[in-house]
């Protein structure tokens, strides 16, 4: 619907077909191009009913499909990617709605793990709501954090694949005939955005059916203080294992309940792990090498064609930059870090608590090397796939430093982005633990000032840092990047 409440294919994109009663809009627009778009991709365009009516089914197709950016301001249509979702993840068997029994059930275990937890870390509970998810909750409460990690990239898609439609009109067009063309082009990024609109709703309708929390990518994706398990995916989860599904529930409520702590007791941590993503979406390029073939000779009178050859003929490609290489060694490492330490945490809890701690941790190790939820999802949305080396040497550093530093040494880490261990401290574990002073990792020495500094290290009211003007991870104050 345009403005006013008049139906699009009343006035497609500014033509109307000849005989609508208002003919002195644009009626040919690629007349007389010889061997621009007209030419190449469409045959005879000449035809001013054909043209209109072609303009009239794109529109008739936007129009069912919604606007891009609906709800978001953005350019991905992301009413269209939730329906998407949602109806992804009810096909081979629906999505049923949680039973108050499964409900009781996730609280209880969600409850219980925190209580384990307060012996494993320093870190306080993050949980301040449990809450039991359908696959089609999981989608609807975590959609906006996937609206602020998607919308870079689906910007730069749109943006690019509207410009390769452009540039097919040639550079010896004139002017004035590309003017002319402009509506089509607007009609192609509308288009496109729709496109990567349905592209992002299978990806994470997809997802959605995987994921056993709101933490299992290793993404702040809940709202804040909100701690949730999927009771099909949990029992999924268990299938096959030969473990009780209470123990295989438990355990699962152990990750997500530690996954919580660190984000809701890091201040900074959100903002660096979100903020990471964005800057790497942003420094991704898009192939267009396969937009040319694909719409070479195309017929634009059939636009489910142009959205299948637009679709074909789109990759995502990493830019070999600097900013590019620092943007995803700090989200590799950021993500490695967080489930490393998850990992060390829940599984010293659950050792001796749990018979089957052993068989579960085992579990989510083959889950993840066999190319696990992140890793897809990920690579489908920002063109980033994870890496579970990085994981392993992670949990082995956390490890060391409980070894070496108690769980007050170790979570102290985590007061400061700038005292996270860097892609080479996970390469050299030992030497960050133990300050190898040819090293950058932390020293005894530090590891000891800060630890006994901590609880008189607060914000001051005026300027919200410690001492040495760092920020100690206390408030709400996150420290500059």
Same mark, same amino acid.
């Given at each position: 619907?345009?403005?006013?409440?008049?139906?699009?294919?009343?006035?497609?994109?500014?033509?109307?077909?000849?005989?609508?009663?208002? @003919?002195?809009?644009?009626?040919?627009?690629?007349?007389? !191009? =010889? $061997?621009?778009? %007209? +030419?190449?991709? *469409?045959? /005879?365009?000449?035809?001013?009913?054909?043209?209109?009516?072609?303009?009239?089914?794109?529109?008739?197709?936007?129009?069912?499909?919604?606007?891009?950016?609906?709800?978001?301001?953005?350019?991905?249509?992301?009413?269209?990617?939730?329906?998407?979702?949602?109806?992804?993840?009810?096909?081979?068997?629906?999505?049923?709605?949680?039973?108050?029994?499964?409900?009781?059930?996730?609280?209880?275990?969600?409850?219980?793990?925190?209580?384990?937890?307060?012996?494993?870390?320093?870190?306080?509970?993050?949980?301040?709501?449990?809450?039991?998810?359908?696959?089609?909750?999981?989608?609807?409460?975590?959609?906006?954090?996937?609206?602020?990690?998607? @919308?870079?990239?689906?910007?730069?898609?749109?943006?690019? !694949? =509207? $410009?390769?439609? %452009? +540039?097919?009109? *040639?550079? /010896?067009?004139?002017?004035?005939?590309?003017?002319?063309?402009?509506?089509?082009?607007?009609?192609?990024?509308?288009?496109?955005?729709?496109?990567?609109?349905?592209?992002?709703?299978?990806?994470?309708?997809?997802?959605?059916?995987?994921?056993?929390?709101?933490?299992?990518?290793?993404?702040?994706?809940?709202?804040?203080?909100?701690?949730?398990?999927?009771?099909?995916?949990?029992?999924?989860?268990?299938?096959?294992?030969?473990?009780?599904?209470?123990?295989?529930?438990?355990?699962?409520?152990?990750?997500?309940?530690?996954?919580?702590?660190?984000?809701?007791?890091?201040?900074?941590?959100?903002?660096?792990?979100?903020?990471?993503?964005? @800057?790497?979406?942003?420094?991704?390029?898009?192939?267009?090498? =396969?937009?040319?073939?694909?719409?070479?000779?195309?017929?634009?009178?059939?636009?489910?064609?142009?959205?299948?050859?637009?679709?074909?003929?789109?990759?995502?490609?990493?830019?070999?930059?600097?900013?590019?290489?620092?943007?995803?060694?700090?989200?590799?490492?950021?993500?490695?870090?967080?489930?490393?330490?998850?990992?060390?945490?829940?599984?010293?809890?659950?050792?001796?608590?749990?018979?089957?701690?052993?068989?579960?941790?085992?579990?989510?190790?083959?889950?993840?090397?066999?190319?696990?939820?992140?890793?897809?999802?990920?690579?489908?949305?920002?063109?980033?796939?994870?890496?579970?080396?990085?994981?392993?040497?992670?949990?082995?550093?956390?490890?060391?430093?409980?070894?070496?530093?108690?769980?007050?040494?170790?979570?102290?880490?985590?007061?400061?982005?700038?005292?996270?261990?860097?892609?080479?401290?996970?390469?050299?574990?030992?030497?960050?633990?133990?300050?190898?002073?040819?090293?950058?990792?932390?020293?005894?020495?530090?590891?000891?000032?800060?630890?006994?500094?901590?609880?008189?290290?607060?914000?001051?009211?005026?300027?919200?840092?410690?001492?040495?003007?760092?920020?100690?991870?206390?408030?709400?104050?996150?420290?500059?990047?």
């Amino acid at each position: 619907m345009h403005a006013g409440g008049k139906p699009m294919n009343d006035t497609p994109f500014g033509f109307n077909r000849p005989g609508d009663g208002d @003919d002195d809009k644009p009626r040919d627009p690629f007349g007389g !191009m =010889g $061997g621009g778009m %007209g +030419g190449d991709m *469409g045959g /005879d365009m000449g035809d001013m009913r054909q043209f209109a009516d072609m303009l009239h089914r794109f529109a008739d197709m936007i129009g069912t499909q919604g606007a891009p950016g609906a709800g978001s301001g953005g350019p991905l249509n992301w009413d269209l990617a939730k329906n998407i979702a949602r109806h992804t993840v009810v096909e081979d068997g629906g999505d049923p709605s949680v039973l108050d029994s499964e409900r009781t059930k996730v609280v209880e275990a969600l409850r219980l793990a925190d209580l384990w937890l307060d012996e494993g870390t320093t870190l306080p509970a993050g949980i301040r709501s449990p809450q039991a998810w359908s696959r089609s909750e999981w989608i609807e409460n975590t959609l906006p954090v996937w609206e602020k990690v998607c @919308d870079p990239i689906a910007s730069r898609m749109v943006e690019s !694949m =509207g $410009g390769a439609l %452009g +540039g097919g009109l *040639g550079e /010896d067009v004139p002017a004035e005939m590309q003017a002319m063309a402009g509506p089509l082009i607007g009609m192609v990024r509308q288009m496109a955005g729709a496109m990567v609109g349905g592209q992002t709703g299978q990806a994470l309708g997809a997802l959605a059916k995987e994921v056993t929390s709101s933490s299992d990518v290793g993404l702040p994706l809940a709202p804040a203080g909100v701690g949730a398990l999927l009771p099909a995916a949990v029992t999924a989860f268990g299938d096959g294992l030969e473990v009780s599904e209470d123990e295989v529930r438990l355990y699962l409520a152990l990750r997500e309940a530690a996954h919580q702590r660190l984000f809701a007791h890091v201040p900074w941590l959100r903002t660096h792990l979100l903020g990471a993503v964005e @800057d790497y979406a942003r420094g991704i390029t898009v192939d267009l090498s =396969g937009i040319e073939q694909a719409v070479s000779g195309l017929d634009l009178s059939n636009p489910e064609a142009l959205q299948e050859a637009l679709g074909d003929g789109i990759s995502l490609t990493p830019a070999e930059t600097p900013q590019q290489k620092a943007a995803l060694a700090r989200l590799e490492t950021t993500l490695a870090l967080v489930e490393g330490w998850v990992d060390t945490v829940v599984n010293r809890v659950a050792d001796g608590r749990l018979p089957e701690a052993v068989k579960l941790a085992e579990a989510v190790r083959r889950r993840r090397a066999t190319g696990g939820p992140a890793e897809r999802t990920f690579a489908t949305l920002v063109g980033l796939e994870l890496r579970p080396r990085r994981l392993r040497e992670a949990g082995a550093l956390w490890r060391t430093l409980t070894d070496v530093r108690g769980a007050d040494g170790r979570d102290a880490i985590w007061e400061h982005p700038d005292l996270l261990p860097t892609a080479d401290d996970l390469t050299d574990p030992d030497s960050y633990v133990h300050g190898d002073p040819d090293a950058p990792g932390l020293s005894d020495a530090d590891l000891s000032a800060l630890t006994e500094q901590r609880p008189s290290e607060k914000p001051s009211d005026e300027d919200g840092e410690g001492e040495n003007g760092k920020d100690q991870g206390k408030g709400d104050a996150e420290p500059g990047a």
